[in-house]
């Protein structure tokens, strides 16, 4: 059927939707209903979109409407006439029903699978029936490894010229734990090649893309990261501009509502996204302790064996450090404070974070040793030279001055003071609950929001002494985040 294009201005967040008006589905003859799903093409160019209803003047008799994402996929202008009809259902759908049966899958079936993903074949149902089945039946080494490999394949890949591209990683989940644009720095600074491709956020309250974003442009085109790695030896973008691996992305929407946290696909994506961008040798943290993602040292265990079992099938070089994940890391909880705990660092100031600092001298002396810039035992001197004499600095600045500079915005000015209700000593500092606080005062969409922490685990307090600041843009905003701040006042608990 041949109808006329609509822009609806509607972000579904990343999902294709299609609007018909409800008279206008009823001219089809071929049976469409809603949230089946149609195939929109015009000029040899086509998207998949889920069909939704519109009544009203939404959607003109004769018109189609797309979502703002959809409308991009298909790249034409409004008012071109485009061909609808039934999309085909996924090629995939047999290998999707063994998984949930509990079998294994070959390589060829994940092939299929991430196929239909990219394509947008599976609606948001069978994609998480794939993502639930493979949870709840884990996938095995070699699954994962097919699983990783289509991903790989499925997407952009960037090749540099040099024998050693390194670049380093985070499993996350611990708030603050902003060590990548000092570890880049200083490893750039040494000469090693480090084009840093880093995420945004998915469940905390900044991704190390969400930081550096503050400070700079993170979304560069392939050819300027090139650049950037031949000039300066490193770059820190974010890698969901470049295509790499986009059925992760995917993936990662399903799973975060969900609130599942495989270790498959969290292996799977990691990979997927550095042997994509074009690294030799990873460096991984994988910090454990109560909160963070890996909450026993057995479970860290495990993953540093995955991760270099499966790393080293697809060619790549694995480091893993294990970490301490137990508590915040840093003072800045938000984009905005985060940056400022990295400058602090940066420039050697006197009231720098000491737990963000030594940790990203840890890892980067680590990673020196790793790539070879640096004697074995020596990697921690190397990294501590490179930042005490500002030559890590100063390469961060040539970054952020080629990547295109940023100046730091205010904080949110609505802000709560949160006081010890006793006295004593800080027992624990929870991940948790300092993460939904500061995603509650809108922290990363509004980059001034979050939380800044004066206490961390084994300080003294005072009664009445001065815990935290919560910083929030809106009043609105701030109430929530202090009223489960005060519902869960355990966040901060002194003994």
């Not at 049966?101 to 060829?108: C, F, I, R, Y």
């Not at 040494?190 to 945004?200: A, F, M, Y």
Request: with cysteine.
């Amino acid at each position: 059927m041949k109808l006329t294009l609509k822009r609806i201005g509607i972000d579904a967040y990343r999902e294709n939707i299609a609007f018909l008006d409800h008279d206008e589905l009823k001219k089809f003859s071929v049976g469409l209903h809603p949230m089946d799903r149609v195939e929109v093409s015009a000029n040899d160019r086509k998207v998949l979109a889920v069909l939704n209803v519109a009544e009203g003047t939404t959607v003109p008799s004769g018109s189609i409407g797309l979502s703002d994402s959809a409308f991009a996929k298909l790249g034409v202008e409004s008012g071109t006439t485009v061909d609808v009809r039934p999309a085909d259902p996924p090629k995939s759908l047999e290998q999707l029903r063994r998984k949930i049966s509990g079998a294994h899958l070959l390589p060829q079936d994940f092939v299929n699978i991430v196929d239909d993903i990219v394509e947008g074949r599976y609606s948001k149902v069978e994609l998480t029936a794939f993502v639930v089945a493979a949870t709840m039946n884990p996938l095995n080494d070699d699954e994962v490894y097919s699983l990783t490999s289509a991903m790989i394949d499925r997407g952009e890949q960037l090749h540099f010229n040099g024998s050693i591209i390194a670049d380093k990683h985070s499993i996350g989940g611990v708030p603050g734990n902003r060590t990548t644009p000092i570890v880049v720095s200083i490893a750039a600074a040494s000469g090693l090649i480090i084009p840093n491709t880093s995420s945004r956020s998915v469940t905390s309250p900044s991704g190390t893309a969400d930081t550096v974003e503050t400070l700079m442009n993170v979304e560069l085109p392939v050819k300027r990261i090139k650049e950037l790695a031949a000039s300066e030896k490193g770059c820190l973008v974010w890698g969901g501009a470049l295509n790499l691996a986009p059925a992760d992305d995917l993936i990662i929407q399903v799973e975060h509502p969900l609130s599942i946290d495989s270790e498959s696909f969290m292996i799977a994506s990691i990979l997927a996204k550095k042997k994509a961008a074009g690294a030799t040798h990873v460096l991984l943290d994988v910090p454990t302790g109560s909160g963070s993602k890996a909450e026993t040292a057995e479970r860290a265990v495990g993953l540093e064996q995955r991760f270099r079992q499966i790393g080293a099938r697809l060619g790549l070089n694995i480091q893993v450090m294990i970490t301490d994940g137990s508590q915040p890391i840093g003072n800045g909880v938000g984009p905005v404070l985060e940056a400022k705990d990295v400058l602090k660092v940066l420039r050697n100031e006197s009231d720098a974070p000491t737990d963000l600092k030594e940790r990203s001298l840890y890892l980067s002396g680590e990673l020196l040793e790793f790539t070879g810039r640096a004697p074995p035992g020596r990697g921690r001197n190397r990294a501590e030279n490179l930042l005490q004499s500002g030559e890590a600095y100063e390469k961060f600045e040539r970054i952020r001055n080629l990547q295109g500079r940023k100046e730091l915005i205010a904080l949110g000015t609505h802000v709560k003071e949160i006081c010890a209700r006793r006295s004593g000593r800080v027992n624990a500092v929870r991940n948790r609950i300092i993460t939904r606080t500061a995603k509650l005062a809108g922290a990363p969409r509004n980059p001034g929001a979050g939380i800044y922490l004066l206490k961390h685990v084994g300080d003294s307090v005072d009664d009445g002494e001065l815990l935290l600041r919560i910083h929030s843009e809106s009043e609105e905003a701030l109430l929530f985040a202090v009223t489960y701040w005060e519902e869960h006042a355990q966040g901060i608990e002194i003994v």
